[in-house]
């Protein structure tokens, strides 16, 4: 049966219905290329086309210009709902219901981020979305943009520098390193640590190459100064409960202190020090831009930012 489709519609040209449209409006060959920009010649031929694939005249000349033929009328009656249907399939992108919606998501996303978003979407989800799954994959600012390109994530949230011509970002927080300690271990006399109590005590940190020395000690060196860091992760799991447990300091951005100090009662202060701010995005490609599921889904994300924020 498809190839029957195939080999009729093959040998018609669908530009012909937009001609036979502005006949059957304009009731005149000269106005119908008027309103179709094109030479009455043009026109004229594309009515003889049609009423060869019709096996019907269509439209006959009368005093006041040319009449649809009762085929004609026939054929406008199915003509018409397909070129409006046609219509908004290539200029509006399909509609996304989200109570109705079976679909798989693929995110990525760095642990900590995770850590703060994920319970949040998935509990709005079970709700707004029951049919809607994700799958968060680990990636950072480094990976992030190959993976989207490779279709192993359709969306990618953090801090990313840099974005090609071919991707999107959209700016959704801005976020600073802060010190996290447990204030039962660690005591201090004021609101914020000094740089004194600060580089007493000793420290854990999360680098993603597994290193005992990154950012912040880069930053200690332009002082001339040096802290201690007797633990390195490449994630940031374990962080909070070392801290909770031993008088330590971890350096983490505050977006995640704020979710321990919370749930795990830490503390947390700013670095007593000047250290830049950062900002985390949403990625995706363009290719994706009028995608209304995944517009759904980076607007989810965006509220439950706002969530965390409050």
């Known amino acids: 049966m498809m190839d029957i489709i195939e080999n009729d519609l093959r040998r018609f040209d669908l530009n012909l ?4 449209r502005a006949l059957l409006r304009e009731r005149s060959v000269t106005r119908a290329a008027e309103r179709l920009f094109l030479g009455q010649p043009a026109v004229s031929g594309a009515l003889k086309r049609l009423r060869q694939t019709f096996g019907d005249e269509l439209f006959v000349r009368t005093p006041h210009g040319i009449k649809p033929t009762p085929r004609a009328l026939e054929l406008a ?19 996304f219901d989200p109570m109705q919606a079976e679909r798989v998501f693929r995110v990525g996303v760095s642990d900590s981020l995770e850590v703060v978003l994920m319970p949040e979407i998935v509990g709005r989800l079970a709700s707004s979305a029951p049919g809607v799954r994700l799958i968060a994959r680990s990636t ?4 992030a943009a190959a993976m989207l390109d490779e279709g192993a994530i359709e969306l990618a949230i953090g801090v990313f520098r840099e974005c090609t011509p071919w991707q999107q970002r959209r700016p959704l927080f801005p976020w600073r390193f802060v010190s996290l300690f447990n204030p ?8 914020h640590l000094s740089m004194e109590e600060f580089l007493k005590h000793r420290h854990v940190m999360t680098s993603f190459s597994a290193v005992l020395k ?3 000690d880069e930053r200690l060196d332009m002082q001339g100064l040096k802290r201690e860091v007797v633990f390195s992760s490449s994630t940031f799991a374990t962080t909070p409960f ?9 350096t983490v951005p505050d977006f995640i202190g704020r979710v321990w100090c919370d749930t795990l009662g830490l503390a947390m202060s700013p670095l007593p020090f000047d250290v830049p701010g950062y900002e985390v995005s949403l990625m995706w490609t363009k290719a994706h831009d009028r995608e209304p599921g995944l517009g759904w889904l980076a607007g989810q994300f965006v509220d439950a930012f706002e969530g965390t924020r409050r």
Do not use: M, N, Y
């Open 140 to 143: 950072d600012s480094t990976r």
């Open 17 to 20: 219905l937009l001609t036979f």
């Open 214 to 216: 990154g950012f912040i």
């Open 242 to 250: 070392i801290v909770r447990r031993t008088p330590v300091i971890a």
């Open 77 to 95: 009656r199915e003509i018409e709902p397909f070129l409006q249907s046609l219509h908004r399939t290539v200029t509006q992108p399909p509609a």
């Open 184 to 191: 039962r271990l660690i005591k201090t006399r004021r609101k």
